[in-house]
């Protein structure tokens, strides 16, 4: 497949944006990639490990460049940015703009609120890929690869700017499917927001613990596997927390009625209860395993 010889802005050069970046450059996909944000020591680094030929501090410059503009800002923070790219957004012409923010709602009201309606070339995305590290120094041309990437297309999306977003996922070698808005952070608030906060809350607890010093010396690959996510950047986990509150809390109220079933069951001894629901729980889980594993990739990433 050939794609077009194009020039691709990344707002926002971090993990995800160099991750991009580098991805598309090994596949062809773009002939110039041009960085920009606010962080210029982040820029400057992004051109010095050859993640992008080039860099703007400036929005508008960027916008003018850009054949494709991927916002790869944090979550609170690509609202704010979109808005400023919505106001440069015509009809028919322009850039195609797209974003990989985890939480597709935000972006969605932004657009309705400042264009009264989804802009025809404004295509919402999110790559359900990353790590605990961060920064343009963690990206990778292959942090996409063999994991879904999920677009959120409106009924007035231009179907060749969707076609051109997902062609672009494609490239990196990434799985594409498409959802709705609503089911997308229903989703992503069960199986990543929701672990994200269980594990921040649980280092927390842990760490005010006046046991700290023996729990977390004697702490095995278990407590290590579950608690890796809560190394990831919190500004980031906040943000999306925020952004997603609605969908996160009935995630968590869903986990707390079982969570509070369980220690029911432990407090009265009901050990049949407990089977019950570990043994459901395992064989979930390795079913989960069994699928990560046909579509090549690791149950353990992130």
Request: net charge negative; with cysteine; hydrophobic share 50%.
């Amino acid at each position: 497949m050939s794609y077009p010889r194009a020039n691709l802005v990344i707002v926002g050069l971090g993990l995800i944006g160099g991750s991009l970046a580098r991805a598309l450059r090994e596949s062809g996909f773009s002939a110039r990639f041009i960085g920009c944000g606010h962080r210029e020591a982040s820029l400057q680094r992004g051109v010095a490990l050859g993640v992008i030929d080039e860099f703007t501090l400036d929005l508008d410059a960027a916008f003018d460049r850009a054949d494709i503009l991927v916002l790869c800002t944090p979550t609170l923070t690509a609202s704010a940015v979109l808005e400023r790219i919505l106001e440069r957004m015509g009809e028919g012409d322009g850039p195609v703009v797209t974003d990989v923010a985890s939480v597709k709602g935000s972006l969605r009201d932004t657009a309705l609120r400042v264009a009264g309606k989804m802009p025809a070339r404004l295509v919402l995305g999110h790559p359900i890929a990353g790590s605990e590290r961060s920064g343009v120094d963690a990206s990778r041309a292959d942090l996409f690869r063999r994991h879904r990437v999920v677009l959120t297309p409106e009924p007035g999306n231009d179907p060749a700017a969707l076609a051109l977003v997902r062609a672009m996922w494609e490239s990196t070698g990434a799985d594409v499917l498409e959802m709705t808005v609503e089911r997308h952070d229903a989703v992503l608030a069960a199986t990543s927001h929701l672990p994200h906060v269980l594990a921040y809350a649980l280092v927390d607890a842990l760490a005010g613990a006046e046991a700290r010093a023996d729990i977390f010396r004697c702490a095995a690959g278990g407590f290590r596997d579950f608690t890796r996510i809560a190394s990831s950047d919190p500004v980031m986990w906040r943000d999306i927390a925020l952004a997603n509150r609605d969908a996160l809390l009935a995630a968590i109220d869903l986990f707390g009625g079982h969570l509070a079933q369980l220690r029911g069951a432990v407090a009265a001894g009901d050990g049949e209860q407990l089977l019950a629901t570990f043994s459901r729980a395992k064989q979930a889980r390795d079913e989960f395993a069994a699928l990560l594993a046909g579509r090549g990739q690791d149950a353990g990433s992130a």
